[in-house]
């Protein structure tokens, strides 16, 4: 099957969420691994760093804040053009941006089932973006024209599907579930005291850590407010903060005026291929989601699955719009907490950090779920199922 692959992320994750690229990337690679040919197109920011049977096909654009989105978005149709009419692709699959309905309506005019990704209802992603009123409403009405003229809608999420359904009354047989997946080969297990030594920390250090793409609703006050608590118990613990974001300017300032220099450390922008590392460090891996989370229409969490990955118990804030937060209780995985109780946070974790065999029994479980039900071959396999489906 030849399946075309729109994305508008920067492949060289030099920008942008490293999470949206490992997503395109294990997809894409993983269809290509079935059998199927894929080509994948992606703005020109630079070039995607590791090898790849995808083939990927870079637009040209200008590296101006604010014109290379809109250079994107007036290119890629002229190379989706190109795509549909010379290659004709049997399937275009679109993971779904913010500004445009072109990639869709141009695949139905070209006669190809068109399946959009949807990782969060854009309405959602909208609270956190200092956007015009007028822009949001343009935003929100290409959603509603994309959602309708595709296909098929795959979700990450079950409240995503939820909220879909009931905001835009889409048919339920339109809407599918498809959780996302992790590469445990790419985040293989190794010795905790290994890994510290390699990114220069203490060997001896028990080590709390958080990985992120930082967000209003990841909760990293919460655990920067739980560490004396943590501390007064535990002298030699770290705190390791992996990550970045357009968000979070302001916590470095609240770790000095909390008086933790010492203890807590942020690691800024982790390469992929070194991320392994870092989780691996961990004693402790957290999640500590605010109540805006609650709010929002579901994620499934890419960190955690790699905490899984490496073996790592988790200790996350309640709720029920997360998958994998709510697999920590019910299949032994970690612990969950009330959202915004840095108390209960810091005994939840302080618990772990005295019970080494507790913290081996929840990592071997962890990882052993993501090896069977949570690989990204598994989520390449349904997907092409749908993909099959509306061929015929």
């Known amino acids: 099957m030849k399946i075309l692959y729109l994305c508008s992320s920067d492949l060289s994750g030099t920008s942008g969420s490293l999470g949206s690229v490992r997503h395109i ?22 070039r995607y760093p590791h090898p790849t049977p995808v083939r990927i096909i870079y637009v040209p654009i200008l590296k101006l804040r604010f014109l290379r989105t809109l250079v994107y978005e007036f290119l890629s149709p002229l190379v989706i053009m190109l795509q549909l009419f010379f290659w004709r692709p049997h399937i275009v699959y679109w993971r779904q941006a913010y500004l445009t309905v072109v990639p869709a309506l141009l ?14 209802l854009t309405i959602d992603e909208l609270e956190s973006e200092s956007l015009s009123n007028l822009r949001k409403r343009a935003v929100l009405a290409f959603e509603a024209v994309n959602y309708r003229v595709s296909s098929h809608l795959i979700c990450v999420a079950p409240e995503i599907r939820v909220r879909i359904l009931e905001h835009y009354r889409l048919p339920k047989c339109k ?70 974001g357009l968000w979070g300017e302001h916590l470095p300032g609240l770790v000095k005026r909390m ?12 390469a992929w291929e070194r991320l392994y590392l870092y989780v691996n460090a ?24 790699e905490y899984f990955a ?31 109780d840095p108390g209960a946070l810091a005994d939840a974790i302080i618990l772990l950090l005295k019970d080494k ?32 489906a509306l061929r015929s």
Not at 107 to 120: D, L, M, P, Q, Y
């Open 25 to 46: 990337m294990e997809v894409s690679e993983n269809l290509c691994r079935l059998g199927n040919e894929v080509r994948l197109i992606a703005p020109g920011y630079a």
């Open 310 to 340: 490496c073996r790592k118990p988790v200790v996350a804030s309640r709720t029920d719009v997360i998958p994998e937060v709510v697999d920590l209780d019910t299949r032994g995985l970690g612990m969950t907490v009330k959202p915004e």
């Open 282 to 305: 961990f004693d402790v891996a957290t999640a500590p989601y605010s109540k805006a989370i609650n709010l929002q229409s579901g994620r499934s969490s890419l960190k955690i699955l």
């Open 107 to 120: 695949s139905r005019v070209f006669g190809k089932a068109v399946i959009t990704e949807v990782n969060g």
């Open 175 to 244: 809407v599918s579930v498809i959780l996302n997946g992790v590469n445990a080969d790419r985040m293989p297990v190794m010795d905790p005291g290994e890994a510290r030594r390699q990114i220069g920390l203490d060997q001896d250090l028990q080590v709390v850590g958080f990985v992120g793409h930082f967000f209003p609703w990841d909760g990293i006050e919460c655990l920067i407010e739980a560490a004396p608590r943590i501390i007064k118990e535990i002298r030699n613990v770290r705190f390791l903060i992996v990550g970045h």
């Open 259 to 270: 008086g933790l220099e010492e203890y807590v450390i942020f690691t800024g922008k982790v």
């Open 357 to 388: 065999a507790l913290r081996q029994d929840m990592g071997e479980k962890g990882r052993d779920y993501v090896e069977r039900e949570r690989s990204w071959r598994i989520v390449a396999k349904r997907t092409q199922g749908i993909m099959e």
